[in-house]
């Protein structure tokens, strides 16, 4: 009888870590990943950043490069 009992509390322990365990891990969210993920939108919106301000910075150039020819014309 004793036998039996040890069984049953061993099969009743097992299943309960078992089966609680698997509920836990549902009831947590899993976060693993977000730093990985955050970390790559910061770096795509960066790199938009960069090329929005690369082509803002051409098109000023590219006006003052045309008032400087525009000036030196007039000076001729």
């Known amino acids: 009888m004793d036998e039996q009992l040890l069984r049953a509390w061993v099969w ?26 955050s970390a790559a ?7 938009f950043l960069g090329v929005l301000m690369w082509q803002l910075f051409g098109d000023t150039l590219r006006k003052a490069n045309g008032n400087v020819n525009t000036r030196l014309d007039q000076l001729k």
């Open 12 to 37: 009743q322990t097992t299943f309960r870590h078992v089966v609680g365990g698997r509920v836990r891990a549902a009831l947590v969210r899993d976060e693993t990943g977000e730093g990985v993920i």
């Open 41 to 47: 939108i910061a770096v795509l919106v960066m790199a």
